[in-house]
Each structure stands twice: as structure tokens, then as C-alpha cells.
């Protein structure tokens, strides 16, 4: 897939208010700081579609883009960030779960999962509501170029096997690096498959 043009559509925290028009969608989340924002915009090859902040936690609101006039990119608010208050957290929850449950364009989410860490229980729970509640989803592991090979692969097998504790078989998986490109083709190949598998459904 060949990215035309990428556009801001708008901002909002009520899924109602959401676009209207019945295009494929595809959701980004994970934990704060995970570099979705920088993830977003290698993807698109773009510098700043997506704001980049030093600060975890800056995305606060749905952020809807429109792809090639064919489908929808949905940058959502990370969870997990402490330092955001209790209040607000509890607010993103409840927002990002009326996304997840009403939203009906959403064809697939990408959950992203920093490979240098161990498996999170707030990364695992999260996925384990998307399996509860029937939304697919794609595990990507982000900042691949921050480890050797060696330890990378040690980290995506450690994960691996952690998901197969609660699942009979793996998400599909993408490895990414946003300094290098890393991933790009795969996951724009991907996304363009799902699109041309579920257009009758939009049609």
C-alpha cells in the first residue's frame, strides 16, 4: 500500500461523535510512552501528523485520521500513566470502552508493546477485555533498534509464551522500529488485506 494522503479529521472523547462515514477503522493504543505517536508517523511518512511529546500521556482524546480517503487511522489515549490523575484516568477508561464496544467501523486494533520490557499485567488485562468482548487485535512490538537481536528475539519469545498462558494461539505480530522503518511494508500490506477482505461489509 502506497500512502497518498493523510489527514486530520478530529478530536473527541464521545464515540458518537465520531465520523460518520462507514470506512474500515483501525485503532493504535497501548501503555503511555510506548512511541505510538512516532509508530503513526513512519507509517504515514509523515513528521508530525501524529504529536510527538516528551511528556507520556499527552494523547487525551480519539484522534481520527483519514487514510487515502479509504479508511480511518484512530490514534486513542495510552493507558497505565501514574502520573495522570485517578480522575481522569477513570475517565479515558470509560471513554476508550465505549470506543471499543459502539464503535462499529473498527476492524482491527493494534495493541503496541515496548520490546524492551517483560509482559505487563496491565498490557495482558487489556487484551484479554478485546478477547472478551470479540475485537481483534495485532500485538506490535515497537523500538526493536533499541535491543541486539539476540535479546530482542529472547524478549518476543518471553512475551509469546506469556500470551499463550491465556490464549490457544497468538495475535499476529508485528516488529517495528521507528528510526528504522523496520515493519513498514508488513504492516501497510497487512492493513490493505484486511481492507480488501472486509469492503463488502462497508459497501
Same mark, same amino acid.
Given at each position: 500500500?502506497?500512502?497518498?494522503?493523510?489527514?486530520?479529521?478530529?478530536?473527541?472523547?464521545?464515540?458518537? *461523535?465520531? @465520523?460518520?462515514?462507514?470506512?474500515?477503522?483501525?485503532?493504535? #493504543? =497501548?501503555?503511555?510512552?510506548? =512511541?505510538?505517536?512516532?509508530? #503513526?508517523?513512519?507509517?504515514?511518512?509523515?513528521?508530525?501528523?501524529?504529536?510527538?511529546?516528551?511528556?507520556?500521556? *499527552?494523547?487525551?482524546?480519539?484522534?481520527?485520521?483519514?487514510?487515502?480517503?479509504?479508511?480511518?487511522?484512530?490514534?486513542? @489515549? =495510552?493507558?497505565?500513566?501514574?502520573?495522570?490523575?485517578?480522575? /481522569?484516568?477513570?475517565?479515558?477508561?470509560?471513554?476508550?470502552?465505549?470506543?471499543? $464496544?459502539? !464503535?462499529?467501523?473498527?476492524?482491527?486494533?493494534?495493541?503496541?508493546?515496548?520490546? !524492551?520490557?517483560? @509482559?505487563?499485567?496491565?498490557? #495482558?488485562?487489556?487484551?484479554?477485555?478485546?478477547?472478551?468482548?470479540? #475485537?481483534?487485535?495485532?500485538? %506490535?512490538?515497537? *523500538?526493536?533498534?533499541?535491543?541486539?537481536?539476540?535479546?530482542? +528475539?529472547?524478549?518476543?519469545?518471553?512475551?509469546? $509464551? /506469556?500470551?499463550?498462558?491465556?490464549?490457544?494461539?497468538? @495475535?499476529?505480530?508485528?516488529?517495528?522500529?521507528?528510526?528504522? =522503518?523496520?515493519?513498514? $511494508?508488513?504492516?501497510?500490506?497487512?492493513?490493505?488485506? %484486511? +481492507?480488501?477482505?472486509?469492503? *463488502?461489509?462497508?459497501?
Amino acid at each position: 500500500m502506497k500512502i497518498k494522503s493523510a489527514q486530520f479529521i478530529m478530536s473527541n472523547s464521545n464515540v458518537t *461523535k465520531a @465520523p460518520k462515514e462507514r470506512l474500515p477503522e483501525y485503532a493504535f #493504543i =497501548g501503555r503511555s510512552n510506548v =512511541g505510538k505517536s512516532s509508530l #503513526i508517523n513512519m507509517l504515514m511518512e509523515r513528521k508530525d501528523l501524529a504529536k510527538i511529546s516528551g511528556k507520556p500521556g *499527552k494523547t487525551q482524546l480519539i484522534n481520527h485520521f483519514i487514510i487515502n480517503d479509504s479508511w480511518f487511522l484512530v490514534d486513542l @489515549p =495510552g493507558y497505565g500513566y501514574a502520573q495522570i490523575s485517578k480522575k /481522569k484516568r477513570t475517565i479515558f477508561q470509560y471513554f476508550i470502552e465505549n470506543y471499543f $464496544k459502539e !464503535r462499529e467501523q473498527l476492524v482491527c486494533t493494534f495493541v503496541l508493546i515496548d520490546s !524492551r520490557h517483560d @509482559p505487563q499485567k496491565i498490557d #495482558i488485562e487489556f487484551m484479554q477485555f478485546l478477547g472478551t468482548n470479540q #475485537i481483534p487485535f495485532c500485538l %506490535v512490538f515497537t *523500538k526493536a533498534d533499541k535491543l541486539g537481536s539476540s535479546k530482542l +528475539n529472547k524478549q518476543i519469545s518471553t512475551y509469546k $509464551k /506469556k500470551l499463550l498462558e491465556h490464549w490457544e494461539e497468538l @495475535p499476529t505480530c508485528f516488529l517495528t522500529s521507528s528510526s528504522s =522503518g523496520l515493519g513498514r $511494508k508488513e504492516f501497510l500490506e497487512f492493513i490493505d488485506g %484486511v +481492507n480488501q477482505d472486509v469492503a *463488502k461489509d462497508f459497501t
